[in-house]
């Protein structure tokens, strides 16, 4: 008689992406207006974005958050890099970012991002990533250290950065304004009277308090903050949004339609028209931000170096520096 003993291990089970969002039930799916088009990622700069992202073994925000501007972005060489790994210790109902428990900082990224941005001749990068609240500082110093090499390497290019809240991390936000990046960016994401079932982990008045605290700590920096729209909210609720932004004297404000990434997600409630943006954006200008941009495609880092070039037109034109 033969025995067989089977030795090969039982292939691993993959991770769940979102295990809180397991249990829920599949929410409906509105159809897509016709407004929302994309461009299909083909073109032969999004593959050679994509080379130099695997080469680099980076991640980027475009693919983890399943962005719908990536055929377009990648084509003309801009991603938006996503520092501290690809696992999130939050669980927004919006955000397609896989939530878990993070692996260890790798301390040779802020060398490869800065060499990805030299070898892809960057004229303005933006860098993003996951919440890190199991760090003391919240990945502050990472920040600072990723800033730091990409203007060893490549002195020309400007920085936005777009950051977590780092709620409860004392100092952190400082610490990262003293880094000097030329934009600092940190989304609302939606109004407050969402945060408890949207964005259950983060505080509205912390995230403003934020954008506050960098003005306070260098008023050069530009400040940038962003809310989606089509998530239940009232249109006088994004009015007073804009008006918490201003009174913390943010610079750059975004607006854009949410777009539900699986059916586990918040469901979107509504598709805003072109013309409910176009309004927002002329209030929005009206009550004194430097620049809008308020489409259904917007997204916080869509077009962020030609931007970027706007505002510091604006500002020049606007108050004399
Ligand atoms: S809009 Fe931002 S996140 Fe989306 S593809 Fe462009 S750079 Fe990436």
Not at 22 to 44: C, F, G, M, Q, Y
Request: aromatic letters at 6%; a neutral charge; one cysteine or more.
């Amino acid at each position: 008689m033969v025995t067989l003993i089977n030795t090969t291990e039982a292939p691993a089970k993959p991770r769940a992406r979102h295990p809180e969002k397991a249990h829920r039930a599949d929410s409906p799916r509105l159809e897509k207006p016709h407004w929302i088009r994309v461009k299909a990622p083909v073109s032969r700069g999004y593959h050679e974005t994509n080379e130099i992202v695997r080469q680099n073994k980076l991640v980027t925000v475009c693919e983890e958050a399943g962005c719908p501007n990536i055929g377009e972005c990648w084509e003309k060489k801009h991603a938006t890099f996503m520092i501290m790994g690809e696992i999130c210790t939050r669980a927004c109902a919006f955000c397609n970012v896989a939530t878990g428990v993070p692996t260890a900082l790798d301390t040779d990224e802020p060398r490869r991002i800065a060499d990805a941005v030299r070898q892809m001749g960057l004229q303005h990068v933006v860098i993003t990533s996951v919440d890190r609240d199991d760090l003391d500082d919240g990945g502050a110093q990472h920040f600072v250290e990723v800033i730091e090499a990409i203007r060893a390497a490549s002195p020309d290019t400007t920085v936005e950065i777009l950051t977590p809240d780092f709620l409860r991390k004392d100092g952190a936000i400082e610490h990262v304004a003293r880094a000097k990046p030329d934009v600092f960016n940190h989304n609302l994401e939606t109004v407050p009277s969402n945060y408890l079932k949207v964005r259950p982990g983060a505080r509205y008045f912390h995230s403003i308090r934020l954008l506050q605290m960098v003005k306070e700590v260098d008023p050069t920096i530009f400040t940038k903050s962003g809310i989606m729209v089509g998530l239940g909210e009232e249109r006088n609720e994004v009015l007073q949004v804009m008006d918490d932004l201003r009174a913390a004297g943010v610079d750059f404000l975004t607006i854009g339609q949410y777009l539900q990434p699986t059916r586990k997600h918040h469901p979107v409630a509504r598709f805003v028209t072109p013309d409910e943006f176009k309004a927002f954006e002329t209030i929005a200008y009206a009550k004194g931000f430097l620049m809008v941009s308020s489409s259904p495609l917007t997204r916080s880092s869509h077009h962020a170096g030609d931007d970027f070039a706007k505002l510091k037109a604006a500002r020049l034109s606007a108050h004399g520096y």
